[in-house]
């Protein structure tokens, strides 16, 4: 039957004539019919009741995270532990009030930058009640988790719980599931979100995101096409640049590693670092002669030689910080310095749901050519206006002209 659930819809469609003491009882038998309908009544609620288990079923919400373990919930979650405050930002794509399904998260706000915190902080008050727990960054607090009493922890890849803190957690019945926005950002950022979306009820506005972050990396990969190896610019992005006087960050197989590579760029850290993450040497990076070098920074550089970016800052401040980076031993010889192909990337933009943004300055940066005609900006317009809670803010880049 149309519009009613299966099972259910047979109760409907019975013809009236096989219930006629149900809706046409006479003055002579009236005890009677008052008694048979009631246990008409009764038998239908017991029939009714075990024809909607199976719908109830139904309802049940399975998710499935990016390690391939699945997890069950019988209703969405309205109480999330996360152990990354940029999960945050993913669910704000999803929610109007994202801080409304949240129960715990390690407030890291360096990793979302003060101003997008203050900016949350005043639109969501809320915040400030939420119970605090273990970032990615440290060790997993199995009690913390426990004491919080989420509905559903979130963990990061890289950093989710043992077998062991696992099954302590799940025995105090909590589910984990794992998400990735970092170590292979390209290939687990749409389950990941995928799964955010089915956990918390957001799924529709989940997929309409990711539609429209699919339709963006899509654009980019047709202007890329027919790339020779010999097209592919030698990159240097050295993250969190000059947080230590040691040289130097960078990427390695996966994370921001894999967007250099998918718009163009050859990533130099690639050949030596097996991880998502490590350190190069200075002869390495010299020997290699970058012809295009991206630091990244944020709010958490202050007090260092870094690189300062971000809504806190002007853009002529973190050109100048930018400039000064180049000032280290070594640098100055680089081709991307000699071609002034330099510039500098908020580090909030990394690790994140907003990676598309990442993928389109990337692409500029490294193939100005074949997109010097595409509006990161006109696409952060549109993030804003169609699914953030909470905007973004920049200056996000820049470079140095």
């Not at 998918?262 to 990076?285: D, H, M, Q, S, W």
């Not at 696409?379 to 996000?396: C, I």
Request: glycine content about 8%.
């Amino acid at each position: 039957m149309p519009g009613v659930p299966e099972g259910l819809g047979f109760i409907n469609s019975v013809p009236r004539r096989y219930f006629p003491l149900m809706f046409s009882p006479t003055r002579a038998n009236t005890a009677a019919t008052c008694r048979l309908r009631a246990g008409w009544l009764a038998a239908w609620a017991l029939v009714f009741f075990a024809l909607a288990v199976p719908v109830a079923a139904q309802a049940q919400i399975v998710l499935q995270d990016v390690t391939g373990r699945e997890v069950t919930l019988a209703a969405p979650a309205k109480r999330l532990l996360i152990d990354d405050g940029r999960f945050l930002i993913a669910l704000a794509l999803i929610h109007r009030d994202p801080v409304s399904v949240l129960a715990a998260w390690p407030r890291d706000i360096n990793r979302i930058g003060t101003r997008t915190y203050d900016a949350y902080r005043a639109r969501f008050p809320a915040i400030d009640a939420l119970a605090k727990v273990a970032s990615s960054a440290g060790a997993v607090s199995v009690e913390q988790v426990v004491a919080a009493q989420p509905d559903l922890a979130v963990f990061s890849l890289g950093a989710q719980p043992s077998p062991e803190e696992r099954a302590r957690i799940e025995a105090a019945g909590i589910p984990v599931v794992v998400i990735d926005f970092f170590t292979h950002p390209l290939v687990n950022l749409e389950p990941s979100l995928t799964l955010l979306g089915a956990a918390t009820g957001g799924s529709a506005k989940a997929q309409e995101f990711l539609a429209f972050r699919r339709a963006h990396l899509d654009a980019v990969r047709e202007k890329l096409a027919g790339l020779t190896e010999a097209e592919r610019p030698r990159v240097f992005l050295e993250p969190h640049a000059a947080m230590t006087a040691d040289c130097c960050n960078s990427p390695g197989r996966g994370n921001v590693g894999d967007i250099i590579e998918a718009v163009g760029g050859t990533n130099i850290g690639a050949a030596v670092i097996p991880r998502a993450f490590g350190k190069l040497n200075l002869e390495y990076v010299v020997a290699q002669d970058p012809q295009v070098y991206i630091a990244t920074g944020g709010s958490h550089m202050e007090g260092t030689a870094g690189l300062l970016i971000g809504p806190e800052y002007s853009a002529a401040t973190a050109r100048e910080r930018l400039a000064r980076l180049l000032e280290r031993p070594g640098f100055s010889g680089f081709a991307a310095v000699r071609d002034r192909r330099v510039h500098g990337l908020s580090h909030q933009l990394l690790n994140s749901p907003l990676d598309l943004i990442t993928v389109e300055i990337l692409a500029k940066w490294i193939h100005p050519r074949r997109f010097g005609a595409l509006d990161v900006e006109g696409t952060v317009a549109q993030v804003n206006e169609r699914f953030l809670a909470v905007p973004v803010e920049g200056p996000n880049w820049i470079s140095l002209d």
